[in-house]
């Protein structure tokens, strides 16, 4: 994963809640098989209205999006936080986020930025008055500026450590395996496993 | 010290203990896949040279993209033959058991496992997929994760966690005749909000939930993930025990008693504090069904859609005027007057023998209003069987309605069954969110009594609805 520590890009305003993820990428961009491609299906059904914020110059090139509370709710499909990333989000602000989303964020590299509503508030005015604000989230400091506005954000200690030093979870994981094998060994024995059953 | 459920089943599974920030080493017991949200994960181990660490503990079934008809044909559409087939080729590359089109134990992934006696109490299971919560009605620890995630599990058969926070959800009183246990979930979700779950674990309890099937609690934990918690869980008591007992998995002889007395241990102590706890009374309940774009947007029955303009809070008042355009409502429209052009009955919300028999039941001697379609798809290939062996089908049949094979189908537009643009359903699924069944369709979320009571009439309806 890489590494995280600041970045300043166009600020996107999307005033709505409950942004759910059916809506972040339907069902029917989630067929691919590979890692890489997923832009074409983000926001697919907003995409098709030309007065969608992504669709006016300059929100299109925009990196840094603000949404409403109840961000990337539903599904659990890692294809939202997927297309977010490959159309070129490397944030998302919101004053709350669904718990999936959030950890799968986490774990691409997508910083989910929880700010206070009424600072979500200010950050849709300043960037619908002023189009291509450049917006920077400070992930050493926490906070979220652009101009003279500093909104502090949330994220957990450990999530944030992580982006900081671009660290790979199972590689974390797996420093522990010893202690893995040893609960293994410590395991019920008639507890089911998928092995096909034998006929009888 | 007391604790709830959630939190012994927990540290029942915790590896290590994470110290500051650092997250708990959470170990799985149960790992399912299907075709949408692995291909990426096997990907990642062969990039990173790794091995699937427990294939024992994993099992795979095709669900989202199969098609529900001609299942002996390729699949048509060649993207979702690819992802298919991937699943196959990547089942057979690491050992992974894995239930194929067209093989009796295929279907929905979360139907598939419980009836396998796969799921029991006191477990920890995942999947790629939201609506693992389903498996929490066994009392296990069961939630959906994104596919970093399912490469994690693959890699390590661990995740690292923070502990949930605790939430009761107290239903007590009595169902009245005609109220499920999706009309008990509908309204947990419009009290609660979409978001009222969020970093919880449910833990569903009361007169009314200890009352229900198994499969009737299946449903309830199945949409507590449109609340926004991750899992629901229930306390197993006979009735559990009594479903698990002879499944293909569930342990026997000597193994069963000692199994059933740590299943006996798992429940809330009678002291034990929750961090949140909320209150429904099981007697005031009715139908519910769903008028807007999120699960939250939910009303009885008998009420009318509500205006905009009389909801205080801005956001919400914002989303319901959303929501109406989408759906194509008007304010104060009786909601028992919206007309429906398709009726889908399935679902890993309702897909199961109990949800088809209480809809043919509703549906015997009676025929689907014409210009209405029906389809009836059964959430397994043993769910199908055995509806066919009590003659659920030719009731269906019968009743004008399409009897199709198992799978996810019209719960989500990843497969031919679709809604068309503005085409209307009441859906026995889990979701309504804009575009959920096909680009452009509208749903209303309801209990398979509504779905097959609607179908008749063509209006959102009861089965009381019909004696009229």
Redesign the interface.
Known sequence: MEAFTTHTGVGVPL????V?T??II???Y??????SGFEDGLFA?WRGDEHFVLNQEPFKAGSVLVA???FG???????A?WALMDYGFRVVVSS?F???FR??SG??GLVAAQCSQSDVELLWKLLESEPGTPVTVDLTDKTVRAKDLVAPFEI???TR?RLLEGLD??A???R??A??SA??GD???????????QAV | MSRTLAEKVWEAHVVRHGSGAEPDLLYIDLHLLHEVTSPQAFDGLRLANRKLRRPDLTIATEDHNVPTVDIDKPIADPVSRLQVETLRRNCAEFGVRLHPMGDLEQGIVHVVGPQLGLTQPGMTVVCGDSHTSTHGAFGALAFGIGTSEVEHVMATQTLPLRPFKTMAINVDGALQPGVTAKDIILAVIAKIGTGGGQGYVLEYRGRAIENLSMEARMTVCNMSIEAGARAGMIAPDETTFDYIKGRPHAPSGADWDAAVAYWKTLRTDDDATFDAEVHIDADELTPFVTWGTNPGQGLPLGASIPDPEQIADENERVAAEKALSYMGLEPGTPLRDIRVDTVFLGSCTNGRIEDLRAAADVLKGKHVASGVRMLVVPGSMRVRKQAEEEGLDKVFLDAGAEWRQAGCSMCLGMNPDQLAPGERSASTSNRNFEGRQGKGGRTHLVSPLVAAATAVRGTLSAPADLEN
Do not use: C, M
Not at chain 1, 187 to 197: A, E, F, N, V, Y
């Open positions: 005033r709505r809640s409950n759910d059916d809506q339907p069902a029917v989630l067929k691919r098989v590979t890692r059904a409403g509370p109840d709710t539903g599904s659990s499909r890692e294809h936080v709350r669904a718990d999936i950890g799968n774990k691409q957990d200690d450990y450590w979870d199972i974390l994981t797996l522990h395996e202690e893995i609960f293994e395991r019920q024995t008639w507890l089911p496993t998928t092995d096909p059953l």
